[in-house]
Each structure stands twice: as C-alpha cells, then as structure tokens.
Nanobody
C-alpha cells in the first residue's frame, strides 16, 4: 500500500499564492506519474496537473501559466505552486500517485489518492 499525505491548503485572497505538497510513503516502488486533481462542490473531480517520474508536466488549460507542478523523487514528494489564484480555483485538492506493478508485458496500474486539502480563494 501507498500512503499520500497532502499539506499546504488554506484561505487566500484572489491574486495570492499557495504551495501544496504531497509525500508518498509505504510500498512506493514503481510509482511513476504523480498529480493533482481538484473537486469543487457539485462538480466532478478534474485533473489540475500531472508530472511523470522523468519530470514531464501536463496542465489543465484553466491553470496553464499560473500553476507549476514539480517533484522531488528522492523525497517522494510532489509540489503544486499556485499563483494568481482565482475564486474559481476554490476546491478540495487531491494528490494522486500512479504505481505500475508487474512485468512490462503484463503491467498493472494502481492508483492511490490522498485525503484532500481545502483551497479557498476569496474575491
């Protein structure tokens, strides 16, 4: 099993910044991509940003240019730097880790989720 612990959420005014962190522990061998998702009240969970083990990032259009994802493989930690925050960024932010198990010809992906951290942006 893999455990993910997030930190860094909070309340910030529009235009402000926050930095989220997520650290993986447990049976972490095989973790490849890590990412951040968010879910606002009444809405579906959506991808915010994802980064491969090699450091290649992907961003949702709504956060491109404002958010930056990074990771420290030695510390099994992924970060999300959020700048120029908007009220519509308000949501619970979840960390996700994608773990690949098994031989190349029969690899299986296991997804693990953190407990979520609240980000609230006031106008």
């Amino acid at each position: 099993q893999v455990q993910l612990v997030e930190s860094g959420g909070g309340l910030v005014q529009a235009g402000g910044s926050l930095r989220l962190s997520c650290t993986a522990s447990g049976r972490i061998r095989g973790i490849e991509a890590m990412g951040w998702f968010r879910q606002a009240p009444g809405k579906q969970r959506e991808l915010v940003a994802r980064i491969t083990r090699g450091g290649s990032p992907t961003y949702a259009d709504s956060v491109t240019g404002r958010f930056t994802i990074s990771r420290d493989n030695a510390k099994n930690t992924v970060f999300l730097q959020m700048n120029s925050l908007k009220p519509e960024d308000t949501a619970v932010y979840y960390c996700k880790a994608e773990q690949l198990i098994g031989p190349v010809e029969a690899v299986v992906q296991h997804d693990y989720w953190g407990q979520g951290t609240q980000v609230t942006v006031s106008s």
